[in-house]
């Protein structure tokens, strides 16, 4: 008798990625897809019990492999979101810079040579030797306070000027002259800066209502002036270098009485560093404390920072290689006689934007120090002191002169090497993509919290990074001993263990171990915070 149509066989599919069907043998498939023949009745139920195991196996491998390879747990993020296509990038020419934004940003560690990284000792953190903040004001500083932040009838107005780290600096000053002279702050005018035409505000970059409350006992700051001071001020010109709290008083105290506003700029650098251990303190508690950024820009640099921080530590550089620092430094980025050519006939048509000791050759300034390094020192002072291979680097700073191939060096010697357009999320940088201080200052939040931080070159960027470290507990900071290791640079016949050896030698001093500013007429507290800002058991260094 004929079986039914209803009873006939059907056939079961099941979806297996491509990359599981390629690691079983043809033998093995088989033997899971052929069904053997009936022999007995007797058997029926034992066939049926294995086809169900097998079918099963097979469900739970291929589920396995969809989640490996479809969904990739192994990367923390995707760069492109799921509506977004990645690029294709074709070319050679193209391939290992200029797809930097491209390519979907993974610290996948290999095999071996995670472990070896993590355990290298290039990540080993110096001996804070037990300081951390300390700010504790003296008891006629605190007695005068309370007169200070009730004024309501002076007021101080700065206009503070240049990037992101030269207005901190000026903000800092600004706090400092506003509770010399026992007047309230108007919240600082960040003037547009001509060259990246920013026209971001104080809110836009700091959080204001923060900054406000951290200082709410040292100097009142207040977001405009009231109607009753409101009227055409003359602004004065800027101070004379290294003013002193007593040449603040004697020049404006008096007029600031009478009128009632002082309007301020111009004070990069003007005010003393060697200043009362009370007003130490409050520079410090303004740079460190007060001026943190905004809630959008602290949130986005934290999550690039967490990010980068996802797979293990993270190396932040600051590269400058930017066009203008070549020509104001007076040095050369040797890329290629081109190169060296257009900073050349730069600095011929435009002679005063050359910083200083305009009499020394282009040789005589890299010999003494006061040259970036290009991405060539870069790589041979990483390597030399012992960063690994795998190593997670974060490159902030601008676009280098010669574009993401100045950097080749780098990147083929530590290929894990990201910017914030490489890690950012499609669309999250957009609101701030024009706001070249919001940009700096994700840069400088990425910088702060990772495991190492090094300059290829002093600046106000690496200045405040390197207090702001100290103060966060001595966290690595590697500064480039360039005045002594660069002629064993040029040293082609030294062996590279012998030049390793005498490169970690001249840095055993310089990773950001706890330094005395000593010389307090040159070393600004808020670079060097010991002993004014910070203090442990002994107060001392040993």
């Known amino acids: 008798m004929a079986k039914s149509k209803n009873n006939a066989k059907k056939l079961s599919y099941i979806s297996v990625p491509s990359q599981i069907i390629n690691s079983i043998s043809s033998t093995s498939l088989n033997s899971l897809l052929d069904s053997p023949k ?36 192994d990367t923390p993020f995707s760069l492109f979101s799921c509506g977004t296509t990645q690029p294709n990038l074709s070319t050679h020419s193209k391939s290992h810079l200029s797809g930097l934004r491209h390519v979907q940003f993974s610290a996948k560690v290999e095999s071996g040579d995670g472990e070896v990284g993590e355990k290298s000792g290039f990540w080993k953190q110096p001996n804070g030797l037990g300081y951390k903040a300390c700010l504790g004001f003296s008891r006629d500083y605190r007695r005068v306070s309370e007169g200070v932040v009730k004024n309501r009838r002076k007021y101080l107005m700065v206009v503070v000027s240049g990037g992101l780290n030269q207005q901190r600096n000026q903000i800092v000053d600004a706090v400092v002259i506003a509770r010399i002279l026992g007047a309230a702050l108007v919240v600082p005018i960040l003037q547009v800066n001509v060259i990246w035409g920013d026209e971001s505000e104080f809110a836009d970059i700091f959080d204001l209502e923060h900054f406000k409350r951290v200082l709410a006992n040292d100097v009142l700051v207040v977001s405009a ?25 004697s020049r404006y105290l008096r007029r600031l009485n009478k009128e009632g506003v002082l309007l301020l700029r111009g004070l990069d650098s003007r005010l003393s560093k060697d200043l009362p251990s009370d007003l130490q303190k409050l520079r410090c508690k303004v740079a460190f404390n007060a001026l943190r950024f905004a809630k959008p820009v602290q949130e986005l640099g934290d999550k690039i920072s967490e990010r980068m921080a996802s797979k293990g530590p993270y190396l932040a550089l600051h590269l400058r290689m930017e066009k203008d620092v070549w ?24 002679p005063e934007l050359l910083t200083g000791r305009s009499n020394m050759t282009y040789l005589e300034r890299k010999m003494a120090g006061l040259c970036p390094l290009n991405a060539m020192d870069v790589t041979r002072l990483l390597k030399a002191l012992g960063a690994p291979k795998n190593a997670r680097i974060y490159w902030a700073g601008g676009q280098p002169l010669g574009g993401k191939e100045a950097l080749l060096p780098l990147v083929q010697e530590f290929p894990h090497f990201y910017s914030k357009e490489d890690i950012a999320l499609p669309g999250e940088l957009e609101p701030f993509s024009k706001k070249a201080s919001i940009m700096a200052a994700i840069d400088y939040i990425v910088s702060e919290k990772s495991d190492v931080f090094m300059p290829s070159h002093g600046g106000n960027m690496g200045h405040a990074l390197q207090g702001h470290r100290a103060y966060a507990g001595h966290k690595k900071y590697i500064t480039p001993n360039k005045r002594h290791m660069l002629s064993h640079f040029l040293n082609s016949s030294l062996p590279e263990e012998e030049f390793n050896r005498i490169v970690k030698e001249l840095h055993q001093d310089a990773l950001g171990q706890p330094e005395l500013r000593t010389s307090k007429a040159v070393r600004d507290v808020t670079k060097y915070p010991i002993p004014e800002c910070m203090c442990n058991d002994s107060h001392a260094l040993s």
Not at 50 to 59: E, M, S, T
Not at 233 to 242: A, T, Y
Not at 334 to 342: K, M, N, Y
Request: glycine share 8%.
């Open 38 to 73: 009936k022999s007995s009745r007797n058997n029926t139920k034992f066939l049926r019990s294995q086809r169900l195991w097998w079918f099963f196996i097979l469900f739970l491998v291929g589920f396995i492999g969809m989640l490996t390879f479809g969904l990739n747990l």
């Open 225 to 249: 002036l009231p109607s009753t001071h409101l009227m055409a001020r003359k602004v004065e010109g800027s101070p004379p270098l290294h003013v002193t709290p007593s040449w603040i008083r």
């Open 327 to 350: 020509v104001r430094t007076g040095c050369l980025p040797g890329l290629s006689p081109e190169f060296d050519e257009i900073i050349t006939n730069e600095r011929i048509q435009r």
